[in-house]
């Protein structure tokens, strides 16, 4: 079965940190660029972080310097470090995983930031 996972979601306050993990099964997970999505109520999803199978990373200006990706293809796992977390950051948090021929997409994860 082709699924992906999200975990780690949560109530955090303001400045504290949050680790989203996203467990991948049913593909070849090495192969695929890993990324991170958030969607806040009202707003268009938009990109935060991504991972190629080199392990090259992207990130959007909004999370630099405070969000860190990684992968463990041993594991078929990708990891979202969230550090100095704000109110904005406040999304449901999706795992991609692209190839050549599909996208797959996780059912997300609530983070919330209190102030």
């Known amino acids: 079965q082709v699924q992906l996972v999200e975990s780690g979601g949560g109530l955090v306050q303001a400045g504290e940190s949050l680790r989203l993990s996203c467990a991948a099964s049913?593909?070849?997970?090495?192969?695929?660029?890993m990324s991170w999505y958030r969607q806040a109520p009202g707003k268009q999803r938009e990109l935060v972080a991504s991972?190629?199978?080199?392990?090259?990373?992207n990130y959007a200006d909004f999370v630099k310097g405070r969000f860190a990706i990684s992968r463990d293809n041993a594991t078929n796992t990708v990891y979202l470090q969230m550090n100095s977390l704000k109110p904005e950051d406040t999304a449901v948090y999706f795992c991609?995983?692209?190839?050549?021929?599909?996208?797959?997409w996780g059912q997300g994860t609530q983070v919330t930031v209190s102030s």
């Open positions: 991609n995983a692209r190839g050549t021929i599909r996208s797959l």
């Open positions: 049913g593909i070849g997970f090495s192969i695929y660029v």
């Open positions: 991972i190629t199978t080199g392990g090259n990373t």
